[in-house]
């Protein structure tokens, strides 16, 4: 975690256009969407769906990662746990990015 204007952000999309070059599939959302996206799912049967199309992504760049996406969108960090199990089993790349709690 890092403080704001740092370019945390520019690093991940840099990261992802480079990933895009060399042929790798990538995802750029920001946390706070993926996890109101990930509790809507959730609720319509389409939560497998989602899970399965997040984890056939080589590179998922999750912005704006931090407690507070955490907090504000999951009640307990189970939600948070299928997306990284999910991702391990598709060996997938985190790319993730935060702001430092002040």
């Known amino acids: ?6 370019g945390k952000s520019w690093l991940a ?7 895009c070059r060399e042929n790798l599939s990538v995802l750029y959302t ?3 969407r993926l996890f109101a996206d990930l509790a809507i799912a959730h609720g319509d ?3 497998a769906r989602l899970l399965r ?9 999750l912005d704006d990662w931090g407690p507070e996406a955490l907090t504000r969108h999951c009640q307990s960090n189970r ?8 991702s391990e089993k598709a ?4 790319v993730g990015t935060s702001e430092a709690s002040t």
């Open 13 to 19: 999309c840099a990261l992802g256009q480079k990933a």
């Open 79 to 86: 939600r948070a746990r299928e997306l990284r199990k999910s």
């Open 91 to 94: 060996v997938a790349e985190i």
């Open 30 to 32: 920001r946390a706070p």
């Open 53 to 61: 199309s997040l984890a056939r992504v080589k590179l998922l760049i």
């Open 45 to 47: 049967a389409r939560y």
């Open 1 to 6: 975690m890092a403080s704001r204007g740092l």
